[in-house]
């Protein structure tokens, strides 16, 4: 089973915050990403560039480095009302990593970024999602 309900319960997209119209900026996301969801509000849109006009983006890294760069990219791209899911992979998966919750969180801070809610993507990863403090808005 690849849905992300999690322990709770709740849809994946609900608790990524995809509502009807949401442009989803995807970083390299996991082949077969869409089969995470058991259904996704209408007129939803996935992209491969960022944009101003981003709702949401969600990343994928297995490595700081990328973290890094990914971050520092999408902090200059993006509007300052996205929010961006930085998703690694679960300790169960034991996939090679150097990517943590809190590594998020010390390349994140300095940019600009606070995280605000932790979930469950998949049995395989997890999210942490992140949006710019409101004093920089």
């Not at 560039?49 to 990914?70: M, S, W």
């Not at 998966?93 to 600009?112: F, H, M, S, Y």
Request: aromatic share 8%.
């Amino acid at each position: 089973m690849t849905k992300a309900t999690g322990y709770s319960g709740t849809p994946l997209a609900k608790k990524l915050g995809v509502k009807e119209g949401s442009v989803v900026l995807l970083v390299d996301a996991p082949e077969g990403y869409a089969r995470f969801f058991d259904s996704l509000p209408a007129d939803v849109h996935f992209e491969s560039r960022a944009t101003q006009f981003v709702d949401i983006a969600h990343v994928f890294v297995t490595q700081r480095t990328a973290l890094e760069r990914h971050l520092m990219l999408l902090r200059k791209k993006l509007g300052v009302n996205a929010s961006v899911w930085v998703s690694w992979p679960k300790k169960a998966a034991k996939a090679p990593t150097d990517v943590t919750e809190d590594v998020i969180r010390r390349v994140a801070l300095p940019l600009g970024f606070v995280d605000i809610k932790v979930c469950a993507v998949s049995e395989l990863w997890s999210g942490l999602r992140l949006v710019v403090r409101k004093e920089l808005r």
